[in-house]
């Protein structure tokens, strides 16, 4: 009985001069290691994604060649494939404005850590597409054949005859880098 008394009064003890030491000793710490961790996210964060039209890129293809991108445009889901396109391009192109999508889940390139878009840039362009282009009416199937989005992936030109369908390639990771958009509030 006696040993339990001693730890008792031993452990209320130590509860009374030990948040004292605590906080003395730790508060300067916490906030230089508070400090510390802030700085890391602020030099390690990603800076927002600005998003391209197709048009864009068809614009200048050969300065996209190879790049990385956020491509948005009207998402299309056939038979034949996927891609990702505009009706028209101001100014005109010589090419189909189409990127042909290509899913490669090994070579495909990760997004940034944040994968965050430029809003402000995302918002003004999607306004100007759903002005030019508009989204396939279907008598039949499914809504999702036509559908708004933004796909991260690497531009690939195409060669020979594969060029007279898309000029390009997206070459994208998975259908975790499709971010698909909506008009609707």
């Not at 009416?137 to 531009?155: H, L, T």
């Not at 594969?162 to 880098?177: E, I, N, S, T, W």
Request: proline share 8%; hydrophobic share 45%.
């Amino acid at each position: 009985m006696d040993v339990t008394d001693r730890e008792y009064e031993r452990s209320i003890l130590f509860l009374r001069t030990m948040p004292y030491r605590v906080q003395g000793n730790a508060v300067p710490g916490s906030c230089i290691s508070f400090a510390l961790i802030l700085a890391v996210f602020a030099i390690a964060a990603d800076p927002p994604i600005p998003p391209v039209t197709v048009c864009e890129i068809l614009a200048d293809l050969p300065a996209h060649e190879g790049k990385d991108v956020a491509v948005l445009g009207r998402f299309s889901f056939r038979r034949d494939g996927r891609w990702i396109g505009e009706q028209t391009c101001d100014p005109a192109t010589t090419v189909p404005p189409v990127l042909w999508l290509t899913e490669d889940s090994a070579a495909g390139p990760k997004p940034t850590g944040s994968f965050e878009f430029d809003v402000a840039v995302l918002n003004k362009k999607f306004a100007a597409l759903t002005r030019r282009t508009a989204l396939g009416k279907f008598r039949f199937g499914n809504p999702e054949y036509d559908r708004w989005a933004v796909v991260y992936g690497r531009v690939v030109s195409r060669k020979g005859d594969a060029a007279q369908k898309a000029p390009a390639d997206l070459v994208f990771r998975g259908d975790g880098v499709i971010v698909f958009l909506t008009t609707e509030k």
